[in-house]
């Protein structure tokens, strides 16, 4: 890969869910380095995650923007990995400033609040990534390019699902477990749409490149705290005459976090499950049936950069987010000597924007008890089916 691409945090701190995580991914195969960060509004715990994780301490910032203003030149990209609610400020900065971006998902809170991130991109002409980590399991990529290459026929279903149990768990003491302050508020869309629903949103545009028309949806309190909503049914017509099946949420006891898809199409079916990785069951019109794994020949999952230790060892949550990391050095490597990407690996606001738009949709559905249409719900955005093949 050449030289280390240089990485500055803002957010991600111990105390954090995803800054080990991104931490370990990005440097797990030498395409980055963390050389700086602002990990944390704690000063105590700012200083702690830069010396656990070796960063000059000159280059631990008190203040994100401080970071931004003295790392010009000096960082190849910026990661934001703060709650959701604050992300917009933070990535508008880094752009204004030259950063090439690397947003943690959800983008932001709003189709309106990324749609003042996507004019100051567009305006800055800037690079902007949003992490969808799943999608670097190597058997759902797989599975992409055998529904791109045609081998399921037509896709007509797609039923998924990622339902937790955080929200009704209790501890040996038999209290609830709380969890982080910030994801018991929710806003114009539910904190758990955009902490769990942004993925299958992602997911399902990922696999079968269709976009949402219109949803049926119903959100509910179930768990031990009021006034969150923690588990979303749905149902959405898509283009090319697909209709998905979704449900996510934190109140199903016995799910540490049970994300599985199933694709029906004419001639075929597959299934994935997040539980068991390096499979993929798939079967076909003749009632054949069968499992293929990284050693299956010939396939994308058999590549070497998706075998870091033979088939037979599983690879899982930690391997596919540093296959993501991977594409991104890929991808801001050519922006910067090119001014473009092309890595179709690599999610910009497109889908960002998209993924917000069908969740306040269903946000709307709910409400109302009633169908509800991306386009109705911004009138000033035309949906248009994507019909491509997907390759490697």
Known sequence: MGKRLRLGFIGGGLNSAVGNTHRIAAQMDGCWELAAGAFSRHAEVNQATGKAWNVEPKRIYDDWRCMLDAERGRLEAVVVLTPTGSHAPMVIEALRAGYPVIC?????????????IERELRKTGGFLAVTYNYTGYPMLRQLRQM???????????????????????????????????????????????????????????????????????????????????????????YSGEMTCQVWYGKSALGHRNGLKVRIYGQRGSAQWLQMKPEELHVADASGNASVLDRASLPMLAAEDR???????????????FANHYVDLADAVGEFTRTGRTANPWVFSIDHAMEGLRMLEAMTASARDEAWVRLDDVSPNRKLTPVITRLSA
């Open 104 to 116: 943690e998902k959800a983008l932001a809170g709003s189709s309106e609040e990324a749609a003042v």
């Open 147 to 237: 529904v791109g290459d045609g081998r399921f026929g037509e896709i007509r279903q797609v039923q998924i699902e990622m339902p937790q149990e955080g929200f009704v768990r209790v501890d040996d003491q038999g209290r609830p477990m709380i969890p982080q302050k910030w994801r018991l508020a929710d806003g114009a869309v539910p904190t758990v749409s955009l902490d769990l629903g942004v993925h299958l949103h992602q997911m399902v545009r990922f696999l079968t490149g269709q976009r949402p028309l219109s949803v049926l949806a119903v959100e509910d309190t179930f768990g031990h705290f009021e006034n969150v909503v923690d588990n979303v049914m749905c149902i959405a017509r």
């Open 306 to 320: 998706y075998n870091r230790f033979k088939a037979g060892h599983p690879a899982g949550f930690i391997e596919a």
